[in-house]
Every structure is written in C-alpha cells, then in structure tokens.
C-alpha cells in the first residue's frame, strides 16, 4: 500500500504545482498588459471611433432608384442594403427612392453603433439613414474590432441592445426574415459573438456589379426567392485598389506583414449570413475547460522533463529545442485538425506559452526555493529534484 501510495505521489508533486501556477499567472499578466497598451494607444482610441456612414450614399446615389427597382422586379425574398442615405439630395430622385424602399416588405436597413462605453461595453449612439429613408427594419452592419483598419474580422455580434431595442446583425436579421427556423438556431446559441466560419470572398457568392445590374440585357433571375446584400464592392469589380469599407479577415492570403485588407464589409456578412444558414457554426470550448486542461497538460509537462532533466541533464540540453519544436507543432496541428474537421475552436495561448516558458520559470524556481531554503526550513517535497551524477 505504501509502495503504490509513493508512486502516486511522484506525479503529484507541490514544486511542479508552483511552476505551472506561475506560468499561468504570467501569461494571464501578459495578456493583460498587452490589453492596457492596446487601451492607452491614442491612435488605437481615435480610430474606435471609425465609420463609414454617408459613404455608400456618396457613390451610388445617382444609381439607387434605378438598382432597387431592377433588383426588385426579379422578386428577391430578402434585401439586406448595407449603406447608409445620410442626408437628402434631391426632391424628386430622393421621393422615387422613397417610394421603392418602402414597396419592400422584407428589407433590413443599416446602423452603425458608435461611441462605445468602455465601463460596460454599451453604445451611447446609433448611425442611421436620414429619418426619411428610414423604413424596413434595422441591422447592424459594426465590424472589426477596436481598430476597424487594422484588426482582423474573425467574429461578429449577433444581437446588441441600444437604449432597450433588440437589435439583430446584418447577417441574422435577412436570415430571420428567410428562414425563421435557421435563425431560431442562431437565438439559442444566445453567445455574445460568434466566429464567422468564412465560405469565400465575393467570388464565393453570386456577385453582380452596379453595371450588370442597371444593364437590361443581364439575366438577374438568380435572385427570386433568394437573399439579396446590396452594399459597397469597390467602384467596380475590376478596382482592386479601392480601401474602403474593407477589413482584414482570415482568408487574407498574407499571414504575416499584411498591409492590404482584403474583404468588404458586404461580403462578410454574406458569410455570416451563409453560415447561419447552414448551421454550420464554430463551437469553442468553455474558457474554464480550456484553462483547466492546459493546466493539466503543462503540469504533465514540467513534470515529464523535469524528471527527464534529473536523469540525463546532458541529453536533455541535446534534445530540449527538438522537443520543444515538436511539441507546439502537434499542439498547433492538433487544434487546426479541430477546428478544419470538427468546427470546434480552442484558445491555444494558454497551451503554447507556458511551454515556452517552462525552462525559466524553473530555473527561476529552483534558485528561489534554495535561497529560501537557506533562512527557513523548507519541506523537501519543494525542493526540485537533484540532477542524478
């Protein structure tokens, strides 16, 4: 009883405990640290403030009327316009625009929540449309994060409440008006973001530009019965040197150094839109599961190669980089299998770093708990195992 009592004890040991808990509460100082320059960076708070309001309205204005009633007269079931009519213009062009926007019974127009509160993450104010273009019900079309010009777009926000009205995202609002059962699903998921499972750029869709549209002789039957996005893709197809209203995401095809955005705010949430519809969502393991098992696995870990190093502390020296390498390659292919194969995302950070850390903190620990040990009488179980000769 004893003997095997002993051999359990080997794997609970309370030095290999300390070192993998200060691990932990580095990373997390880590990564509180880099949130507080994020927070502080002047340039970071200025650009939260970013939107594109009277941008799509600026370029399609002398179009619009004539887009809506072409799109219109191949009788899509949804339209979802993702741009903003910020002022009046014209009396006659603004009441023909008027009077197509208010025929469409399933319509979803554009808000931009700005000026967020930092204390509680509420909004103090809502971009809309001129109160005269106001008709269909609003959709938020906020993307990226809280720098819109430089973050990548790998969530979205399905529901936000401003002033007590519920209000959906682009992407769930036609959804909730094509498919009330797809959009149910969405409801009670009930998560504050959702990772955005991307099927492609415009290509992936099918995709007219403002010239095809207004040309008669195009066959837009494709449309009937269909979700139709209407929003900013560039002045054409053909310009691939427009900026604006676009946002990096995953698909940029430059992983590192990136200094293009590469999808527009439209085609985004014509993928958050497909994959509501689909039901096919990122699921990501509970923050408390992710924490608790890459606990475990780093204590494994500081305990495998600090008994590894009592042992053989020259072949360990020979080995460690190899080992270290191969480790956070199986642990970065392993969670990429996981979300490609099963759709199931897992914060990686708290698997990776203290991998890298482990032989500091260590060696941190051992020069500490000697030079305690020296002043205090300390109980041998925290002493770090002696390298054998």
Known sequence: MKSRDLKIFRWVRPDFFVVTLLLFITVALV????????????????????????????????????????IRSFHPKVIGFDGFFSVRRDSTVDAMLLEQLSQERNLAMACYL?????????????????????????????????????????????????????????????????????????????NVREIINYTGNHNA?????????????????????????????????????????????PMNPELAGRSRPDMYGVVIHANAASMILSGNYINVMPEWLQILFSFIFCYLYVLFFTWFNSRN????????????????????????ILYKTFSYSIYATYFLIPVLFYKLFLTWYERAIHVIARRIQVHPFLLPPKPKP
């Open 31 to 70: 990564e509180l640290f880099a949130l507080n320059l994020t927070f502080f960076n002047p340039v970071e708070k200025a650009l939260t403030d970013f939107n594109f309001s009277d941008l799509l309205y600026s370029k399609l204005s002398s179009k619009q009327e004539l887009l809506d009633k072409r």
């Open 114 to 190: 700005v000026d967020r509160n930092t204390a509680d993450g509420s909004f103090d104010s809502l971009e809309t449309s001129d109160p005269y273009f106001n008709t269909g019900e609003r959709a938020i079309v906020n993307l990226g994060g809280a720098n819109p010009e430089t973050s990548t777009v790998r969530t979205f926000s399905p529901v936000q409440v401003f002033k007590g009205d519920t209000l959906w995202a682009m992407a769930a609002e036609v959804v909730r008006k094509y498919d009330p059962a797809a959009f149910s699903r969405l409801a009670r998921r009930n």
């Open 205 to 249: 869709f099918i995709s007219y530009d403002a010239e095809e549209v207004l040309d008669s002789t195009s066959d837009l039957s494709m449309i009937k019965d269909k979700i139709v996005l209407m929003g900013y893709i560039g002045n054409s197809f053909r310009n691939v040197n427009d900026l604006e209203d676009i946002y990096f995401t």
């Open 313 to 336: 502390p020259a072949l360990f020296d020979l080995l460690f980089p190899a080992i270290l390498l191969a480790i956070n390659v199986l642990i970065v292919y392993t969670f990429f």
